[in-house]
Nanobody, 116 residues
Framework: QVQLVESGGGLVQAGGSLRLSCAASRSIFVMNNMNWFRQAPGKQREWVATIATLSGTTNYADSVKGRFTLSRDNAKNMVNLQMNSLKREDTAVYYC?????????WGQGTRVTVSS
């Protein structure tokens, strides 16, 4: 099993920045990829970004490309999502997700609210 704990959410004005973190209970190297999703009020959960834990290769949804940056901290078994130039439409609960040993694991989510 894997436990994931997100942190760093909060209220920020449009144009501002936040840094989300996801701490894993196991070495992130065994998980291949770590992902961030988000779910806005009244909408379906959507994929935001992925980092390959070994290579550090990242991929981003078009809606966040150029504004969000995903990185990993191997020593802390953690991935960080730096979010800059935030927009109102980035308001959502952000979730960290991994697939490990054939099962999907999700964190509890951290809420991001962007005000105009």
């Amino acid at each position: 099993q894997v436990q994931l704990v997100e942190s760093g959410g909060g209220l920020v004005q449009a144009g501002g920045s936040l840094r989300l973190s996801c701490a894993a209970s196991r070495s992130i190297f065994v998980m291949n990829n770590m992902n961030w999703f988000r779910q806005a009020p009244g909408k379906q959960r959507e994929w935001v970004a992925t980092i390959a834990t070994l290579s550090g290769t990242t991929n981003y949804a078009d809606s966040v490309k150029g504004r969000f940056t995903l990185s990993r901290d191997n020593a802390k078994n953690m991935v960080n999502l730096q979010m800059n130039s935030l927009k109102r439409e980035d308001t959502a609960v952000y979730y960290c997700q991994v697939r490990y040993d054939g099962s999907d694991y999700w964190g509890q989510g951290t809420r991001v609210t962007v005000s105009s």
